[in-house]
C-alpha cells in the first residue's frame, strides 16, 4: 500500500496562494484580463482552481473553485476553461502538487517568431531549467491541448505552448511562480542579446560542467538537458535572429 502524501498548506492557506500569485502574474505582465489559470492539490482526492472568467490580478479566496481529480466541480463554481489543461498536466506528474498556466509577452514572442528556447545561453537557467521543449499548436479549451501534454510533462517541468504561452508544474504554486518567473527574465534578456546581433550560446564542455553541478546543488527538478543527450548537443547551436 503506498504512502499517503504530505500536504504543507490547508484550503484556507491555498486559497491565499492562489489569489496572490494571480495577483503578482497580472502586475508583472504575464497575463491580461481574465488570462492565465493555476491548480493546486488540496488532498489526495481535490484540487483547487482558478474561476472561469474572473480577473486573475483581483481575485478573492471565496473566489476559488473546488473540483475532483477529473476537474468536475465539487461546489457549485465554474472552473477554468482550462481545467483539462491541469487535470492532464497533475496526472501525468503525481510527482508534483500544482499546475500554472500564464501568457508572459517575451516568452510567447518567442513561439511567436519561431525561435525556440532551447538554446544555453544563461548559466542559472541550464542548472535549475535546462531547455524549455516547444509544444506545437492546439486549439486552447479543446482536447488536443492536454493531450499534447502528457508526453513532454513527463520529462520537463516547464513547457512552452506554440502560440499560447507557457507551462509549468512544482511541488507547490509558489515555485510554478518561480519557474514562469525565471523563464520570462531568461526570454527578455535573450531578446535583448539578439537585438544586439545574437546571443552567444555555451558549449557542449561547459553545458556538461552546469549539469554536472545539478548534483552537488541537490536540485532534482525535471530537466531535458540533464536527462536527454541529443537535448543537450542541441541546446548548444547557434541563436541567431531570423532574416526579415
Keep these: 500500500?503506498?504512502?499517503?502524501?504530505?500536504?504543507?498548506?490547508?484550503?484556507?492557506?491555498?486559497?491565499?496562494?492562489?489569489?496572490?500569485?494571480?495577483?503578482?502574474?497580472?502586475?508583472?505582465?504575464?497575463?491580461?484580463?481574465?488570462?492565465?489559470?493555476?491548480?493546486?492539490?488540496?488532498?489526495?482526492?481535490?484540487?483547487?482552481?482558478?474561476p472561469a472568467g474572473v480577473l486573475k490580478g483581483f481575485m478573492t479566496p471565496d473566489m476559488l473553485v473546488v473540483t475532483d481529480l477529473d476537474g468536475n466541480a465539487l461546489d457549485g463554481g465554474r472552473p477554468s476553461t482550462e481545467i483539462k489543461m491541469h487535470v492532464a498536466l497533475l496526472k501525468e506528474r503525481p510527482d508534483v502538487s500544482a499546475a500554472l498556466h500564464a501568457h508572459p509577452p517575451y516568452t510567447v514572442s518567442f513561439s511567436l517568431a519561431g525561435i525556440p528556447l532551447s538554446r544555453c545561453v544563461i548559466p542559472e537557467i541550464v542548472v535549475?531549467?535546462?531547455?524549455?521543449?516547444?509544444?506545437?499548436?492546439?486549439?486552447?479549451?479543446?482536447?488536443?491541448?492536454?493531450?499534447?501534454?502528457?508526453?513532454?510533462?513527463?520529462?520537463?517541468?516547464?513547457?512552452?505552448?506554440e502560440r499560447h504561452g507557457i507551462v509549468t508544474v512544482a511541488d507547490e504554486i509558489w515555485n510554478c511562480f518561480k519557474l514562469l518567473d525565471m523563464v520570462e527574465h531568461s526570454a527578455?534578456?535573450?531578446?535583448?542579446?539578439?537585438?544586439?546581433?545574437?546571443?552567444?550560446?555555451?558549449?557542449?564542455?561547459?553545458?556538461?560542467?552546469?549539469?554536472?553541478?545539478?548534483?552537488?546543488?541537490?536540485?532534482?527538478?525535471?530537466?531535458?538537458?540533464?536527462?536527454?543527450?541529443?537535448?543537450?548537443?542541441?541546446?548548444?547551436?547557434?541563436?541567431?535572429?531570423?532574416?526579415?
Aim: net charge neutral.
Design 1 to 50: 500500500m503506498s504512502a499517503m502524501r504530505e500536504y504543507p498548506y490547508d484550503e484556507a492557506q491555498l486559497r491565499q496562494q492562489l489569489c496572490d500569485i494571480g495577483r503578482m502574474m497580472y502586475e508583472r505582465g504575464f497575463i491580461g484580463a481574465a488570462d492565465g489559470n493555476l491548480a493546486v492539490r488540496i488532498d489526495d482526492q481535490r484540487l483547487l482552481v482558478t
Design 188 to 244: 527578455k534578456i535573450t531578446h535583448l542579446a539578439l537585438q544586439l546581433g545574437g546571443a552567444k550560446v555555451l558549449d557542449r564542455e561547459q553545458v556538461d560542467k552546469l549539469v554536472n553541478s545539478r548534483y552537488d546543488l541537490g536540485i532534482g527538478q525535471r530537466s531535458t538537458i540533464a536527462e536527454d543527450l541529443m537535448a543537450r548537443l542541441a541546446c548548444s547551436q547557434p541563436l541567431t535572429r531570423k532574416p526579415p
Design 128 to 161: 535549475t531549467i535546462g531547455m524549455v521543449p516547444t509544444v506545437p499548436y492546439a486549439t486552447p479549451g479543446t482536447e488536443e491541448l492536454p493531450d499534447s501534454l502528457r508526453v513532454p510533462i513527463r520529462s520537463s517541468d516547464v513547457l512552452l505552448l
